[in-house]
């Protein structure tokens, strides 16, 4: 798997990849679920998608790799762009 984006994959996720359509619909669905109040729903559907790699590393940088992994997000992008062992690296 190539972190690259084509027309047929927008983004890598741990479970199955994206296409753009999906994606933001997806997002959409979580973000009006958590408007609505319904916390479980957007927090299920958070988890789904795969987090940007820059914030991934910004979330590490400041938060620490255990709050990333704690948060059960889904780092594959991350993974892809950085290595697999990136978490585990000090931050500079």
């Known amino acids: 798997m190539t972190a690259t984006a084509t027309k047929e994959i927008f983004r890598h996720g741990r479970e199955r990849n ?4 999906e994606f ?3 997002s959409d669905e979580m973000f009006a679920a958590r408007d609505r109040g319904d916390m479980d729903t957007y927090e299920r559907l958070g988890r789904l998608l795969p987090i940007n790699p820059e914030v991934a590393k ?3 940088d400041v938060y620490g790799k255990d709050f990333l992994l ?3 997000v889904d ?3 991350a993974d ?3 290595g ?3 978490i585990d690296e000090p931050s500079a």
């Open 24 to 26: 933001f619909a997806l």
């Open 18 to 21: 994206f296409t753009k359509e």
């Open 84 to 86: 697999e062992g990136w």
């Open 75 to 77: 780092l594959t992008e």
């Open 58 to 60: 910004i979330f590490k």
């Open 70 to 72: 704690d948060a059960g």
């Open 80 to 82: 892809l762009l950085y």
